[in-house]
């Protein structure tokens, strides 16, 4: 694991020079640092593409385990100690965008061995966190909000009811193309979630497949593998 503690205004970095914005060890990542004590920690076997981390902010912990490659990265912070975790993957990450660029103390955590095809992530209030659990596989097309951006307001009571909400994601879950996970999202483990859902619930129920406008189980007592159905051999 490299370690680039960086402070932007005295250019001191541990371990990689970054002053010229480009760590040579980690060719095809380009980092963006215009803020204090944020830290950088990247494993020595990352592979990247095309990557980009941004940081306007300081006291930020970005930590990027090893995968098969990242393609397309980008981290775009803006604010205080914001926390984001990747764990090491066997698989490759392609085009995951993770926003949050209001609020601070934000927390985004990744499972091991995610595989993921696209996914972009916009966390813009305050305190809220998103988890995804651990041998994941994510399609193409997901994005993910843990706010609004806008208040909803009770005319009644002249108070806001849109709050954000935190997301969280189990183990070995299925997402397929164009999801979309609202505020308040959760989905248990080995779930399987269709094509073209959106999200908006709290779902109490592993093993199931969740679906539709707005998402609902529309299947129970399943499990899913990476296998094609043509490939699959019972246990
Ligand atoms: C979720 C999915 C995997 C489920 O497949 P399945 O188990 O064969 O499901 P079925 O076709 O038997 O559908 C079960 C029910 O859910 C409904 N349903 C299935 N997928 C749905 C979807 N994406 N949106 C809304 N409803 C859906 C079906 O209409 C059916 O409803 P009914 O019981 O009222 O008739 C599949 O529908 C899907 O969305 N596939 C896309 C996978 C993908 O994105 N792959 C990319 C590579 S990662």
């Not at 085009?95 to 813009?124: A, D, F, P, Y």
């Not at 998103?130 to 609004?148: E, P, Q």
Request: hydrophobic fraction near 35%; aromatic fraction near 4%; proline fraction near 3%.
């Amino acid at each position: 694991m490299k370690k680039i503690l960086s402070k932007a205004r005295q250019s001191v970095y541990k371990l990689v020079d970054m002053t010229n914005k480009n760590i040579p060890n980690f060719k095809g990542l380009t980092i963006d640092d215009q803020g204090e004590n944020n830290e950088i920690l990247i494993d020595d076997e990352c592979v990247f593409n095309r990557s980009k981390i941004v940081i306007a902010g300081n006291n930020n912990k970005v930590t990027l385990g090893a995968t098969l490659s990242y393609n397309q990265l980008v981290i775009n912070l803006k604010g205080n100690k914001k926390r984001i975790s990747i764990g090491n993957s066997n698989k490759h990450i392609n085009n995951l965008k993770l926003v949050s660029i209001r609020g601070n103390h934000q927390i985004i955590t990744i499972g091991r061995n995610l595989s993921c095809g696209g996914m972009e992530v916009q966390m813009n209030d305050g305190n809220e966190s998103l988890t995804i659990g651990k041998d994941c596989l994510f399609s193409w097309g997901i994005k993910a909000r843990t706010s609004d951006g806008h208040s909803i307001i009770d005319i009644d009571s002249d108070t806001p009811i849109n709050f954000p909400q935190d997301i969280s994601i189990g183990d070995h879950v299925w997402i397929s193309e164009d999801v979309r996970l609202m505020k308040g999202a959760i989905i248990p483990s080995d779930c399987v979630i269709g094509a073209g859902a959106i999200v908006t619930k709290k779902f109490d129920e592993t093993n199931s497949v969740i679906a539709g406008v707005p998402a609902k189980v529309v299947k129970r007592n399943i499990k899913w593998d990476h296998r094609q159905p043509s490939k699959y051999k019972p246990q």
